[in-house]
């Protein structure tokens, strides 16, 4: 663990922390969502069918789960290869890609996208949803699956050299399932093996993300090395959100760009819009919580991609970050999320 520790593991091997500068937490340039798939009432079949244009974005943007098509991200590289470029010149530096087994990870493809753009490319090792899971993921113990997500780490993914450089995005559902429990259980020995960081999607209750804490700490777990990913949709309460940041593990609001007013995976819930997240933000910074804020876009879906009349990787930098001043965050508040505490996450113990 020497050659690792202190330093940061890319899809090109470790980096000095420094060398990051402003990092996304929670993208996605290759995957497959079909295990997100939501058939689309019979009267619009076709439109689910047919290539994404302008005469059917609206719809898409509405329905984004209900269009094959558009669940197809690993189908877009040369567009991606773009966005990054632009991510680049706009002042990116790095990404944490956090397509895990399950929705199709492509190690080999993200080493090419970082040598051909030169964004510092962090991959996920790991599982995710329950749904996602092989018969031979379950039947797994917990000490076999903590064998896996090391070997991705220490040794490489998918049958590579390439090596991951964090365990997540962790899968969990709501209810959390025994599977989903094991895995758990299993990145935080890793964890402990590898003073790695640890992030987490969690299942769509204000509760879940309390229970999956929990569920780490008990099987040892560091938590100021653990982020929360998707706090947007999951803990919409005020009271909520500030009693969970007591935990101590980042805090990350990573929807930017998801303006949408019919949430597909929880009708009964408002997606919040931008504005929304800046004002979350900008009560966890008064609270005293700047150093455990991160930010993203998550990017999962074609639709999102600028190719497509989408707000791309570059749009937190270019839109958001700007808007963010102007509601009183400070630079230096916008400095830790996007530089000082992505890289203190991702720096190895």
Known sequence: MSSISGKVQTVLGPVEPSQLGRTLTHEHLTMTFDCSYYPPPPSHEVISKEPIRMKNLFWIQKNPYSHKENLQLNQETEAIKEELLDFKANGGGALVENTTTGISRDVQTLKRLAEETGVHIISGAGFYVDATHSSETRAMSVEQLTNVL?????????????????????????????????????????????????????????????????????????????????????????????????????????????????????????????????????????????????????????????????????????????????????????????????KQWLTFK
């Open 150 to 342: 090391v070997n991705e780490i220490l040794h490489g993914a998918d049958g590579t050299s390439i090596k991951c450089g964090v365990i997540g995005e962790i899968g969990c559902s709501w209810p959390l399932t025994e599977s989903e429990r094991k895995v758990l259980q299993a990145t935080a020995h890793a964890q402990v093996q590898l003073g790695c960081p640890v992030i987490i999607h969690p299942g769509r209750n204000p509760s879940a993300p309390f229970q999956i804490i929990r569920v780490l700490q008990e099987a040892g777990a560091d938590i100021s090395k653990t982020v929360m990913s998707h706090l947007d949709r999951t803990i919409l309460d005020k009271k909520e959100l500030l009693e969970f940041a007591q935990f101590g593990c980042y805090l990350e609001y990573d929807l930017f760009g998801t303006e949408l007013f019919h949430y597909q995976f929880n009708p009964d819930i408002d997606m919040p819009n931008d504005n929304k997240r800046i004002k979350r933000v900008r009560l966890l910074v008064a609270e005293g919580y700047e150093d455990r804020i991160l930010m993203a876009h998550d990017i999962h879906t074609k639709h999102r991609l600028t190719k497509y009349g989408g707000h791309g990787y570059s749009h937190i930098l270019t839109n958001i970050v700007p808007k963010m001043l102007l509601r009183g965050i400070t630079q230096d508040a916008l400095d830790k999320i996007l530089i000082e505490n992505p």
